[in-house]
């Protein structure tokens, strides 16, 4: 806290006294005087408890705007909240926090408070810079806590001036002197430009706060208020998309938008999200996707995407474009635009596709052909589906311990391809297909994963591949499961002989061919609620063991005849790698009704083409943030490492002997301004002999300045 400052004015201040010494002189000469209501109203935005506020409010917010990812299309937030939540957030604006109207206008009041306060303070402490306060009292100067004071009876005034002079000039202060007639004060000063440290970091925080208005979306809501744009929710192509949803270059002076090109492919514009829409803001130039590259850790993710770009703009290039290469971290920066390397992808690969009938008797496949970000229309079991083919991979790279060490090692599954089938309802299940079959625990399988909600983990149905390496054996014994017709003559024409009567073998041949139609139907799981439902509870496991066997027995002979019509010997000892199949097979068919897929969708080609996710920011404020953070940067650092100093030195004759009193003040690092204090009084005392005893002084009210460098320190 800085020493007081002694002046006459001081001594007789009003309690009411301002942080401004020009208010306070004329407070001095008016002490009834009140304040007016534009004066308080200025005193309250210039507080330091409103700043204080503002800052800890915008704070909260920015921390909120950090760990909650900003301007995402609100299924993704309605799925992690759930509806109670998503609708409070979305209410108080957390999805899109620096474009919400609270934040916005305490980010306002912030400016504004800050403003008032250089305002009120800025013409004081520029004064205090440049004023030598020569107008001191002897009592004033001895109440401070640094001050020291000789009586020199052998020593001339002029003398001792010299010397308090030459000290000072060695200490790098500057000094006025002012003679009063019976004494003389010697008023000097140094790192009086501490004060821009002040101003700087307050104009500081104006700067960065009027930066973020400008880089923010304030201009889009603005337009938005006022009709001028409609934010479009449909998903649209781009050249679909209303006049009323588009902006021109300039049209706003801030965006960050995205635009996903394919190899080949070229845009001028971005899609710039804004809570549930977008707005297609259009640019003054075209970026043309020449080529992609992607890199892979051995972990699979990625570790380097590479864009080679060519940029189109006849009114800057000419007929001849700009080729350029952008990484991630590695912007291209291009008339006030950056272009950044931000995401990757599939760019439409063309797929060839075979579907296999998974739900009716029918074997022969449907061939396909497709590209990613397309739909098909296809029937289903209970209505008409559209298959959306949404993504394609072509390497899949999985974690899996290894069986001799233990340690885990990345595997490449290969190719996939993902895609929804959504019903007429609106409702998608989503899925996931290896191309190729993956050895697992020495067999071999066509795997294909489903999911019901995104963000839920995927389920997966592994379908035994047969030697040929395709899952057609596997399909063939599902088509017969389902065919009643060839079931009914197989079972009647399989049924050991007995010696019981007609009745009761065609009660047997109902029972398993009720069982296995269950199971087509349903898997274990309906053949178990069956059991449930007609045996009592106490007969309960009984029943369902003998099922679960006369189902498992007819299933055997099914798959020994599925065998022979490939022409494979069964009278001869089946194998261990027929049984193996058996068992993989019964399991994949138990799977199947959970899987709720009316065919098994699988990849058989593919022609790749990538994606290079760029955004394009454009920043109208970006010089005066810059700007903003030189100034906090110099206004710190001058704070830190600079002290503005004073020192007076008061010189009379009485009684036929100098007398020189000694003070000084700093406004900040007080305990090494003691030190300096200690060090000129030492340098003094050998020059003019020992200072006297210490002196009571009484109170002083704190002056103008003193309040002037608390209000504005704190600040």
């Known amino acids: 806290m800085p020493e007081p400052i002694p002046t006459d004015r001081v001594e007789q201040a009003s309690p009411h006294a301002s942080p401004n010494p020009a208010v306070n002189e004329t407070v001095t000469r008016q002490p009834n005087c009140r304040r007016t209501p534009s004066w308080a109203l200025l005193e309250f935005f210039g507080s330091m408890n409103l700043a204080i506020t503002l800052l800890v409010v915008v704070a909260v917010a920015s921390a909120i705007g950090t760990v909650l990812q900003q301007n995402q299309p609100y299924p993704d937030y309605l799925l992690k909240f759930g509806p109670f939540w998503f609708e409070v957030f979305r209410r108080l604006g957390l999805y899109d926090v620096y474009g919400a109207g609270w934040f916005v206008a305490i980010l306002a009041f912030l400016i504004l408070s800050t403003s008032v306060c250089l305002y009120r303070q800025a013409p004081g402490m520029l004064r205090e810079m440049v004023r030598f306060r020569t107008n001191v009292q002897v009592r004033s100067l001895r109440g401070f806590h640094q001050h020291a004071e000789w009586r020199l009876p052998d020593r001339d005034l002029d003398a001792v001036l010299g010397t308090v002079s030459e000290l000072l000039r060695a200490r790098g202060y500057r000094w006025r002197v002012h003679d009063g007639g019976d004494h003389r004060v010697v008023a000097a000063m140094k790192g009086r430009y501490n004060r821009f440290g002040y101003l700087f970091t307050h104009a500081a925080v104006v700067m960065i706060g009027i930066g973020g208005l400008l880089d923010g979306n304030l201009w889009l809501k603005l337009k938005e208020w006022r009709g001028e744009v409609v934010l479009e929710t449909r998903d649209l192509a781009a050249r679909d998309i209303p006049a009323v949803s588009r902006l021109a270059p300039g049209a706003v002076p801030a965006f960050r938008g995205n635009v996903m090109l394919p ?252 069982l296995v139609e269950l199971f087509a139907q349903g898997g274990s799981a309906a053949v178990a609620e069956r059991a449930r439902a007609v045996v009592p509870a106490e007969r309960l496991q009984e029943a369902s063991a003998l099922y679960l066997n006369i189902l498992r027995d007819t299933l055997a002979q099914i798959f020994i005849e599925v065998l022979r019509t490939e022409g494979v010997e069964v009278e001869q000892a089946v194998g261990e790698r027929e049984e193996a199949f058996f068992n993989d097979a019964v399991s994949a068919l138990s799977a199947l009704p959970a899987h709720a897929s009316p065919f098994y969708l699988q990849l058989t080609g593919f022609q790749q083409v990538e994606a290079s996710g760029l955004q394009v920011t454009h920043s109208g404020g970006v010089g005066v943030v810059y700007t903003g953070f030189s100034l906090l940067i110099i206004g710190v650092f001058i704070m830190f490492y600079t002290s503005h100093r004073r020192l007076w030195a008061w010189l009379a004759v009485e009684d036929g002997a100098t007398r020189l009193l000694l003070a000084g003040t700093g406004n900040r690092r007080q305990a090494e301004f003691a030190r300096e204090f200690a060090s000129l009084r030492t340098m003094l005392e050998r020059r003019l002999g020992p200072f006297e005893e210490e002196q009571s002084a009484p109170p002083t009210i704190p002056s103008p300045d003193t309040r002037l460098a608390a209000d504005v320190g704190t600040r």
């Open 263 to 514: 190899e080949g492919a070229a845009a001028n514009f971005v899609f710039v999200r804004a809570r549930d829409g977008f707005v297609l803001q259009d640019l003054p130039f075209a970026i043309e996707l020449k080529d992609f590259q992607v890199a892979y850790y051995d972990t699979g993710q990625p570790k380097s995407f590479v864009s080679q770009v060519v940029i189109h703009d006849r009114e800057h290039l000419g007929e001849q474009p700009m080729e350029a290469t952008i990484r991630v971290n590695h912007p291209l920066s291009y008339r006030g635009y950056s272009i950044y390397q931000s995401d990757f992808g599939d760019g439409g690969s063309k797929l060839d596709l075979r579907a296999w009938p998974l739900t009716v008797a029918r074997l022969e496949p449907t061939e396909v052909k497709g590209t990613v970000d397309s739909s098909l229309k296809v029937s289903g079991p209970t209505g008409p589906l559209t298959l959306e083919l949404d993504d394609f991979r072509l390497f899949n790279l999985l974690p899996e311990p290894d069986a001799q060490s233990g340690e885990r090692k990345f595997r490449n599954f290969g190719p996939s391809v993902g895609f929804k089938l959504r019903d007429a309802a609106g409702e998608a299940r989503e899925y996931f297909n290896y191309m190729a079959p993956v050895q697992l625990e020495g067999r071999w399988f066509f795997i294909s994963g489903m999911r019901a909600r995104p963000g839920e983990p995927f389920t997966y149905l592994h379908i035994p591949a047969d030697p040929s390496n395709s899952p057609e054996r596997f399909l063939r014994f599902n088509a017969r499961l389902r065919d009643s017709i060839w079931l009914r003559d197989f079972l009647a024409r399989s049924a050991p002989a007995s010696d019981e009567s007609p009745e009761f073998r065609r009660d047997f041949e109902r029972v398993r061919l009720s």
